[in-house]
């Protein structure tokens, strides 16, 4: 059964770093590319950066969030990240990891339960 | 970037109806298309991809059409654990991008 379970979220100030963290199971990890997304508070989704299975330079990122945060892999742990930097308040959002599907496809064949990042002072 | 947009934003149907959500894209995205099912507190789950095929254990009254710009979901005969709000997802381009979502509530 595959599962993904996020942890690092929490209350950050503005300005302020935090790391997320995706402890995949149930599937061969590196086999698969892995992506973020973000949901605020009462609001949709949205889709924040995409890494390759074997991670390096194969990297995604929305507009909103180039340059601050980084996806990184790391297969020998089953484990995926999201360093989020220079952090601001309209990141605030419930962030989820979710796994590429068999096909390669670019969508999001299973989602973690979330973790919620608060960017307030 | 691709605007996915759907409609309407909330849908009122008694259990048993049928429900047709939209979604529609600014330029075509071919057939890369999905839909996601959430409910509230939860994440959420992959119901259609391809545009029309079903994901693993999606029962058959989910349905999913189009290609290029306009797309529809169906559900045939909605049931109490259906109410929940829709996406729709386009992975033709990036960024990838999603619609606002449809709410379906009970009438």
């Known amino acids: 059964e595959v599962q993904l379970l996020e942890s690092g979220g929490g209350l950050v100030q503005p300005g302020g770093s935090l790391r997320l963290s995706c402890a995949a199971s149930g599937f061969t990890f590196s086999s698969y590319g892995m992506s973020w997304v973000r949901q605020a508070p009462g609001k949709g989704l949205e889709w924040v950066s995409t890494i390759s299975s074997g991670g390096g330079r194969n990297t995604y990122y929305a507009d909103s969030v180039k340059g601050r945060f980084t996806i990184s892999k790391d297969n020998s742990k089953d484990t995926l990240y999201l360093q989020m930097n220079s952090l601001r308040a309209e990141d605030t959002a419930v962030y989820y990891c979710?796994?590429?599907?068999?096909?390669?496809?670019?969508?999001?064949?299973?989602w973690g339960q979330g973790t919620l990042v608060t960017v307030s002072s | 970037e691709i605007v996915m947009t759907q409609s309407p934003a909330t849908l009122s149907v008694s259990p048993g109806e049928r429900a047709t959500l939209s979604c529609r894209a600014s330029?075509?995205?071919?057939?890369?298309l999905a839909w996601y099912q959430q409910k509230p507190g939860q994440a959420p789950r992959l119901l259609i991809h391809?545009?029309?095929t079903r994901a693993t254990g999606i029962p058959a009254r989910f349905s999913g059409s189009g290609s290029g710009t306009d797309f529809t979901l169906t559900i045939s005969s909605l049931q109490s654990e259906d109410f929940a709000v829709y996406y729709c997802?386009?992975?033709?381009?990036?960024?990838?991008?999603f619609g606002g979502g449809t709410k379906v509530e009970i009438k």
């Open positions: 330029q075509s995205v071919r057939t890369d």
């Open positions: 391809g545009a029309s």
């Open positions: 997802q386009q992975y033709n381009k990036w960024p990838l991008t």
């Open positions: 979710a796994k590429r599907p068999d096909s390669g496809s670019y969508l999001f064949d299973f």
